[in-house]
């Protein structure tokens, strides 16, 4: 079974968590799904040497496709952009689950949708 990369995401602007993801999973979850679809402005290094996640990811959000965001992008963290596929310039969708606590990407989303650009 490969091993899935679930990564704890904090979104790196100024936006309320209600604000961003308001939309629930299930009725017996707090938490929220968003699906955004984009283009990858920037892949940075996070410079967080204790972090999981070596990388940030900036997108430029074209649409909501579920889910409630208002903001015109969407960073979050990866730690191999590379193994997930992803590449400055290039179009997604993300899938991202809203909580109290942050935003977790699968990084392998990308592969297993047959989205990954090599």
């Given at each position: 079974?490969?091993?899935?990369?679930?990564?704890?995401?904090?979104?790196?602007?100024?936006?309320?968590?209600?604000?961003?993801?308001?939309?629930?999973?299930?009725?017996?979850?707090?938490?929220?799904?968003?699906?955004?679809?984009?283009?990858?402005?920037?892949?940075?290094?996070?410079?967080?040497?204790?972090?999981?996640?070596?990388?940030?990811?900036?997108?430029?959000?074209e649409s909501v496709?579920?889910?409630?965001?208002?903001?015109?992008?969407?960073?979050?963290?990866?730690?191999?952009p590379s193994m997930?596929?992803?590449?400055?310039?290039?179009?997604?969708?993300?899938?991202?689950?809203?909580?109290k606590v942050g935003?977790?990407?699968?990084?392998?989303?990308?592969?297993?949708?047959?989205?990954?650009?090599?």
């Amino acid at each position: 079974m490969p091993l899935v990369i679930r990564t704890t995401l904090y979104i790196l602007f100024s936006c309320a968590l209600s604000a961003c993801a308001s939309t629930d999973v299930s009725t017996n979850s707090s938490a929220a799904q968003i699906v955004i679809r984009g283009v990858v402005t920037e892949i940075f290094p996070t410079g967080d040497s204790q972090a999981t996640s070596d990388w940030g990811v900036t997108v430029y959000v074209e649409s909501v496709e579920s889910g409630t965001y208002s903001q015109p992008e969407f960073t979050f963290s990866v730690h191999s952009p590379s193994m997930s596929g992803l590449l400055v310039g290039e179009r997604y969708t993300i899938v991202a689950t809203a909580s109290k606590v942050g935003v977790n990407v699968e990084e392998s989303q990308w592969v297993k949708r047959g989205e990954a650009k090599w």
